[in-house]
């Protein structure tokens, strides 16, 4: 691992600015991804800015009926915390399917956002990869891509996006708050926060330089019945192959998203429109563009399957 400075900001527009203004500065909170790619050279930050003290760690009802999260709470609290396992289970249930007990107690709702992918030729500094170095090629296109994206892909990375919770967000159309380095707050719907890998894909995100994520805000609950489910290689500490997180009320309408299939959680809202028809109707438009490779265009059949037990399970 590299030296690098550490100091602890003291309000979220100080840390910014202080991330704008310092060479190679990162934000750390629970550190559950960062550390690792720090001791594995994949991230050789100069400078550690801990934003652990300031106060973004609170769940709090908001005046439209919905709940706005501190971008410090940790994903064992959220997922626990009697509002969103009663209004919004689809997010608990996803918490509960990441990580392991020890990594949820660390994890922070903000770093899960922004989550880097488990690509293992992103994790493997002998191997080209444009996302750890850009210009450098993508070694999984025409290598082992079984776990790989199936839609959203460019000639620059195929990646998968890993978080479970940012899925669950999607479906729920969440909303990110964030502190720029100038002291200014800015919203962002969940649905333009992440980018797809396009010629940048080491640029993730639509944050600017030095910018904090400070909150996550969900909208007053939708109601239905939310399931998450998650199939993966082995049953526990595993991500995803193929993971639907799904909101479906009496009449057959509600709303799908997908992980493990794209560089971001995927959601197309117009095939949405499709529910009442069934899974295939829906993935037909949910995945319409696909460009599977041989090794991984299983995953089409199994997010149509996937989908079709979630929908039978909530029709009971």
């Not at 990580?99 to 770093?111: K, P």
């Not at 669950?168 to 707050?185: E, F, H, N, Q």
């Not at 560089?263 to 563009?289: C, F, I, N, Y």
């Amino acid at each position: 691992m590299n030296a690098f400075s550490y100091d602890r900001a003291r309000s979220p527009a100080e840390a910014a600015a202080a991330a704008l203004n310092t060479p190679g500065a990162k934000f750390i909170a629970g550190g559950t991804n960062l550390l690792d790619l720090m001791k594995l050279g994949i991230e050789t930050p100069m400078h550690l800015i801990d934003v652990n003290g300031l106060g973004l760690d609170k769940i709090e009802a908001t005046s439209e009926g919905g709940l706005r999260i501190g971008a410090l709470v940790r994903n064992t609290d959220l997922a626990a915390d009697p509002r969103v396992r009663r209004d919004y289970s689809v997010l608990s249930r996803a918490l509960l399917a990441g990580a392991s007990g020890q990594l949820r107690n660390m994890a922070t709702t903000g770093g899960n956002l922004l989550h880097r992918t488990r690509c293992p030729y992103f994790y493997d500094t002998n191997q080209p990869c444009n996302k750890r170095s850009p210009g450098s090629g993508c070694s999984a296109i025409g290598g082992f891509s079984r776990q790989h994206a199936v839609i959203g892909v460019s000639t620059a990375c195929i990646a998968t996006h890993p978080s479970d919770m940012a899925v669950a967000m999607r479906v729920l159309d969440a909303t990110v708050s964030t502190v720029r380095p100038d002291g200014s707050a800015r919203t962002i719907p969940i649905a333009n926060f992440h980018r797809l890998p396009g010629d940048t894909p080491h640029i993730e995100t639509t944050l600017e330089r030095g910018e904090l994520i400070t909150s996550v805000t969900l909208p007053k609950p939708v109601g239905g019945v939310q399931l998450y489910r998650k199939v993966r290689d082995r049953a526990s500490y595993a991500f995803a192959l193929v993971s639907v997180a799904a909101v479906v009320q009496p009449d057959g309408t509600g709303r799908v998203a997908l992980g493990g299939v794209a560089h971001k959680p995927w959601r197309v809202e117009a095939a949405e429109t499709e529910m009442s028809r069934g899974a295939k109707a829906v993935t037909d438009r949910l995945l319409a563009g696909a460009s599977p490779t041989h090794e991984n265009e299983f995953k089409l059949t199994l997010a149509e399957r996937t989908l079709g037990a979630v929908l039978a399970q909530a029709k009971g």
